[in-house]
């Protein structure tokens, strides 16, 4: 949960120029998703945003969210974590430190796959 005032001044620090009217039903709207069902395109008052700028200037663990606002705050609901366009360095980073080898790894983060030599 994030307060409206804090949402904006987030957004304001990339996007000077927003101006936001909570008072409007489409304040705040998903315009696209993904094929994954992700947030592809957010309209944020006057600005239109791509899913992964607005899961980095709030610090959202993925792109995969719904929002609702509630009196004076916005309550994000996120699921999973990252773009959900394959794997995680940072996931893979922690799987090796685990002593898990890189067809392990691989088959980890992409299901039904086979590795095979070429």
Do not use: C, P, W
Not at 24 to 40: C, G, L, M, P, W
Not at 87 to 111: C, P, R, W
């Amino acid at each position: 949960m994030i307060s409206k005032e804090e949402f904006m001044k987030k957004i304001k620090e990339k996007h000077a120029n927003l101006e936001i009217d909570f008072s409007k039903e489409n304040a705040i709207e998903i315009k696209e998703k993904t094929d994954s069902n992700r947030v592809k395109t957010l309209k944020v008052g006057n600005l239109e945003l791509a899913g992964v700028e607005v899961r980095t200037l709030l610090g959202l663990r993925s792109t995969d969210f719904t929002y609702a606002i509630e009196g004076d705050n916005i309550k994000f609901s996120v699921i999973g974590y990252g773009h959900g366009v394959g794997m995680s360095q940072t996931g893979a980073d922690a799987l090796a430190k685990q002593g898990k080898n890189g067809e392990e790894i691989v088959k980890h983060f992409y299901k039904d796959v086979e590795i095979t030599n070429m």
